[in-house]
Every structure is written in C-alpha cells, then in structure tokens.
C-alpha cells in the first residue's frame, strides 16, 4: 500500500468516510468535517501507523501545517520510507 493510501486509510477511519471518497486537496477541516479532536486523533493515529513522532511541529501550527490531505502527504513524503 502507497503512503497516500496509507494516510486516506487513517483518514477515513477516523472521520468514518471511505478512502476512496477522500481527495488530496480536501481539507480536513472544511471539507471533511473534523474536529479538533478529529484532526488530533487522525495525527496520533498517524504516528502510529508510520512509527514517526510529529513532536517536531508546534502545537499552534498543526492545523495550518495539516491543512489538506495534500499537507499532510507533504510533510510524511520525506521522513517514511518508500515515502517518494
């Protein structure tokens, strides 16, 4: 499974959407509904999924640096492997 699928899966597990249904410039917030606990959940579950530690990013800046599915997959790209 490709990263994007891999973070769609996340997603859509915890706002209960299908992975297919989620685009890439969706964002989180707006479009798809979630809440703060929502977006803080989605961050958790991804550290999970990927053993990364999101630790490094400000508090104040997780929702403008994790706007959209897009930012999301930016910012995951170089730090997973086979994220390229």
């Known amino acids: 499974m490709d990263l ?18 989620l685009r890439v410039e969706a964002s989180l917030k707006d479009d798809l509904g ?8 989605i961050l958790m579950d991804l550290e999970a999924e990927f053993g990364i530690t ?19 997959l930016t910012f995951l790209k170089p730090r997973v492997a086979g994220g390229g």
Not at 7 to 17: M, Q, T
Not at 34 to 41: F, G, K, P, V
Not at 54 to 72: K, N
Request: proline share 7%; aromatic share 4%; net charge negative.
């Open 34 to 41: 979630a809440t703060s606990l929502d977006r803080y959940t």
């Open 54 to 72: 999101l630790d490094e990013v400000p508090e104040e800046e997780l929702e403008s640096r994790f706007g959209t599915i897009g930012d999301i």
């Open 4 to 21: 994007e699928s891999r973070v769609k899966k996340v997603i859509g597990a915890v706002l209960n959407i299908p992975p297919a249904d």
